[in-house]
DNA sequence: GTTCTCACA
DNA sequence: TGTGAGCA
């Protein structure tokens, strides 16, 4: 089948935000703070990455992490080409949370994100009463 | 039906 | 952050 890159966006906002588990609100809040700068379609509709989904996901991780939209802003903010200690630290908690195995690494993060990552997908179940 | 922008609480 | 209104 024919292999997408991973900044080719092909999501829309509705994928992303079932992926990440946040909301409109947020995520545009997230481009307005320029945490990800997903691409616009004719119809001025956003798509995103599955760079940016990836993104949003270590943005989530962040939030489970006790940190808020501030917090998000300071790692974006900071987070430019390499990656600072507080990512890092929070990145080794949750390893040593979840003790990821060897995971495969097919993404171009590195294995601290992805481990993080598959908790995340692992633990995206939000309790939700219906 | 879905998403977009702007504005307000 | 959530929600509403009007529009494409």
Do not use: F, W
């Not at 089948?1 to 990440?20: H, L, R």
């Not at 993104?55 to 430019?80: C, P, S, W, Y």
């Amino acid at each position: 089948m024919a292999e997408i890159d991973p900044n080719t966006p092909v999501y829309s906002i509705g994928v992303v935000k079932e992926m990440t588990g946040l909301t409109r609100r947020q995520i545009r809040y997230y481009e307005d703070s320029e945490l990800i700068k997903p691409a616009r379609t004719k119809g001025n509709q956003r798509i995103y990455s599955q760079n940016d989904i990836e993104k949003l996901n270590k943005i989530k991780k962040l939030l489970d992490n006790g940190l808020n939209i501030a917090g998000i802003q300071e790692q974006l903010g900071t987070v430019k080409e390499e990656k600072n200690k507080e990512e890092e630290k929070i990145d080794d908690e949750s390893l040593n949370e979840i003790r990821v195995s060897k995971e495969k690494l097919t993404s171009l993060y590195p294995v601290s994100n992805r481990a993080s990552l598959v908790k995340l997908l692992s633990e995206d179940l939000e309790p939700k009463d219906k």
